[in-house]
């Protein structure tokens, strides 16, 4: 990363602090705030309804961008991108609107310690409803995903394994495709919370042939409140809606109504129109830099944090000992001292990392911890952010023994 490209975000030209918090959300480049306010001062009209010329004019922007992210993925068609609001939402989608209709007693759910609550708490309240179990793979000793234990639980009764492609706190990449390959086998289908993989690496839906992936704008420098449900179609094609009312229609009569063809069926009433513009903005910035590019910068950034770190005396760092294994994630706690403590005085040093469970609670509780400090990096991060967060844990750890900095 040169200076030019952390000007690219106009959070970094205020008074400086060191933003370490990308793993929850992305500071946005200038062209994408830019995107946003042009839509509404230039071209605000609603999509699909329309017959006007800036009505079709915005319809067609907003469905380019469909194209747009069914080849920043690799999807088939664009038939297969549904827009939500997040990933939350999509993978809510994909458990009540999909699951939900085929489930039964004595199926099974197969997920993993590490996932965020947003891929654990919709299968809770599934297997409650349907009656099926929820199995969990366990980590191995390197507290990476255990494959052996995967292998185990693997049989004919699981009918899902929804997975993260990159834990949120661990930092560790999950073999997808491998694990897809598997749990085809024996006829499950792979569900897949991509929200710390996209915009961060090269994914492609149909290498790694999941069945639904799921993933963010706000984590890949778009928008907040929008996000993408990818489905191969012919199973996309059996998810029910959850929600119902304006647009998805094709025909409504006095008691029954019919709807449309995907992807439109499950996009009821009037869209995020300036988030998906946002989200093809993000999507330009992105290839103008290059994936391959930010991931090396990222990874890079990611061991020479990693290496400072583990340095500290009273330092641990979860996950993996592999630097290589932490994807611009780093969780860790000092002995002694509570994360939200810790937390509090980094940032009177101008340093902002994540404190807390991280919406992953069992993680936490399989770690036998109650919380961690989160240090995520990208772009727009270099070697002095980590210089000034290993300086400031030193001032830290220091003000806890003496009282005083």
Same mark, same amino acid.
């Given at each position: 990363?040169?200076?030019? $490209?952390?000007?690219?975000?106009?959070? +970094?030209?205020?008074?400086?602090?060191?933003?370490?918090?990308?793993?929850?959300?992305?500071?946005?480049?200038?062209?994408?705030?830019?995107?946003? @306010?042009?839509?509404? %001062?230039?071209?605000?009209?609603?999509?699909?309804?329309?017959?006007?010329?800036?009505?079709?004019?915005?319809?067609?922007?907003?469905?380019?961008?469909?194209?747009? @992210?069914?080849?920043?993925?690799? =999807?088939?068609?664009?038939?297969?991108?549904?827009? #939500?609001?997040?990933?939350?939402?999509?993978?809510?989608?994909?458990?009540?609107?999909?699951?939900?209709?085929?489930?039964?007693?004595?199926?099974?759910?197969?997920?993993?310690?590490?996932?965020? /609550? %947003?891929?654990?708490?919709?299968?809770?309240?599934?297997? !409650?409803?349907?009656?099926?179990?929820?199995?969990?793979?366990?980590?191995?000793?390197?507290?990476?995903?255990?494959?052996? *234990?995967?292998?185990?639980? &693997?049989?004919?009764? @699981?009918?899902?394994? %929804?997975?993260?492609?990159?834990?949120?706190?661990?930092?560790?990449?999950?073999?997808?495709?491998?694990?897809?390959?598997?749990?085809? !086998?024996?006829? =499950?289908?792979?569900?897949?919370?991509?929200?710390?993989?996209?915009?961060?690496?090269?994914?492609?839906?149909?290498?790694? *042939?999941?069945?639904?992936?799921? +993933? %963010?704008?706000?984590?890949?420098?778009?928008?907040?409140?929008?996000?993408?449900?990818?489905?191969?179609?012919?199973?996309?094609?059996?998810?029910?809606?959850?929600?119902?009312?304006?647009?998805?229609?094709?025909?409504? *009569?006095?008691?029954?109504?019919?709807?449309?063809?995907?992807?439109?069926?499950?996009?009821?009433? #009037?869209?995020?129109?300036?988030?998906?513009?946002?989200?093809?903005?993000?999507?330009?910035? &992105?290839?103008?830099?290059?994936?391959?590019?930010?991931?090396? /910068?990222?990874? $890079?950034?990611?061991?020479?944090?990693?290496?400072?770190?583990?340095?500290?005396?009273?330092?641990?760092?979860?996950?993996?000992?592999?630097? !290589? $294994?932490?994807? *611009?994630?780093?969780?860790?706690?000092?002995?002694?001292?509570?994360? /939200?403590?810790?937390?509090? @005085?980094?940032?009177?040093?101008?340093?902002?990392?994540?404190?807390?469970? /991280?919406?992953?609670?069992?993680?936490?509780?399989? &770690?036998?911890?109650?919380?961690?400090?989160?240090?995520?990096?990208?772009?727009?991060?270099?070697?002095?952010?980590?210089?000034?967060?290993?300086?400031?844990?030193?001032?830290?750890?220091?003000? +806890?023994?003496?009282?005083?900095?």
């Amino acid at each position: 990363m040169n200076s030019q $490209e952390r000007l690219d975000f106009p959070f +970094f030209k205020q008074e400086k602090l060191i933003y370490l918090d990308s793993a929850a959300t992305s500071q946005k480049p200038q062209s994408v705030i830019d995107s946003l @306010v042009n839509y509404y %001062s230039y071209n605000n009209a609603n999509i699909h309804r329309g017959v006007y010329a800036l009505a079709q004019k915005t319809t067609d922007q907003f469905e380019m961008v469909r194209n747009q @992210v069914a080849h920043f993925i690799n =999807a088939k068609k664009s038939e297969e991108i549904v827009f #939500t609001k997040g990933a939350t939402q999509s993978l809510n989608w994909v458990v009540f609107g999909y699951f939900a209709r085929f489930l039964k007693p004595g199926d099974e759910i197969l997920i993993s310690v590490m996932e965020h /609550h %947003s891929n654990l708490v919709p299968w809770q309240e599934l297997a !409650k409803k349907t009656g099926a179990e929820l199995r969990y793979v366990k980590l191995d000793q390197n507290e990476q995903l255990d494959l052996d *234990d995967l292998l185990t639980k &693997l049989n004919s009764r @699981v009918k899902v394994v %929804s997975i993260a492609q990159v834990s949120n706190v661990l930092g560790c990449i999950n073999p997808v495709k491998k694990i897809a390959s598997l749990a085809h !086998k024996f006829g =499950a289908l792979v569900v897949v919370d991509g929200a710390q993989a996209v915009g961060h690496m090269t994914v492609d839906v149909g290498e790694l *042939d999941c069945d639904f992936y799921c +993933f %963010s704008g706000h984590k890949m420098f778009g928008p907040t409140g929008i996000g993408v449900l990818y489905g191969k179609y012919k199973l996309l094609d059996q998810l029910k809606p959850v929600e119902y009312g304006g647009e998805m229609i094709d025909e409504v *009569d006095y008691q029954a109504s019919t709807f449309k063809e995907l992807p439109l069926r499950l996009e009821a009433g #009037t869209q995020n129109i300036a988030g998906v513009i946002g989200l093809g903005a993000a999507i330009d910035y &992105l290839n103008q830099i290059g994936l391959k590019r930010i991931s090396k /910068h990222n990874q $890079e950034i990611t061991e020479l944090a990693f290496d400072k770190l583990r340095k500290i005396p009273g330092l641990k760092i979860y996950g993996s000992a592999n630097p !290589k $294994e932490h994807h *611009d994630v780093i969780s860790f706690n000092l002995a002694g001292i509570h994360p /939200h403590d810790a937390a509090t @005085v980094l940032d009177s040093f101008g340093v902002e990392v994540r404190a807390g469970h /991280h919406c992953a609670e069992v993680l936490m509780r399989y &770690l036998k911890i109650p919380a961690c400090l989160r240090a995520s990096f990208h772009l727009y991060n270099d070697e002095s952010d980590v210089l000034q967060l290993v300086s400031a844990i030193k001032e830290v750890q220091r003000f +806890f023994k003496h009282g005083t900095v």
